[in-house]
């Protein structure tokens, strides 16, 4: 599985695990140079507080482009730390079993 920002690789990996169509990667798959915590924050009923990591790629900034659940409710333990994207990030690869 690759996340691609405007033809950048900014994450692979082998495995990814897929919660509500969302592929949470490692984090130790993801290019840490092009991450930046955002500060921001919000709250999954089922899932907990995520918070948000900007990424960058060629000096261009998207906002909340990736989150992480780094104190998930226990239902939701699999993707602890594990961080998954939107806004302008495609996910390529193989698609793996769904957990839920």
């Not at 994450?11 to 993801?30: D, I, K, Q, R, S």
């Not at 948000?52 to 989150?67: E, I, L, S």
């Amino acid at each position: 599985m690759r996340a691609i920002r405007n033809g950048t690789v900014i994450a692979e990996a082998e495995h990814t695990v897929v919660v509500e169509g969302n592929h949470y990667f490692p984090p130790e798959t993801l290019h840490r140079r092009y991450f930046c915590e955002s500060g921001s924050r919000s709250l999954c009923p089922w899932k907990g507080v995520a918070r948000y990591y900007t990424v960058t790629v060629d000096g261009v900034m998207n906002r909340k482009a990736a989150w992480y659940y780094p104190h998930p409710i226990p239902f939701a333990r699999k993707i602890k730390n594990h961080v998954a994207f939107w806004h302008g990030i495609t996910v390529e690869g193989d698609q793996r079993e769904e957990h839920r």
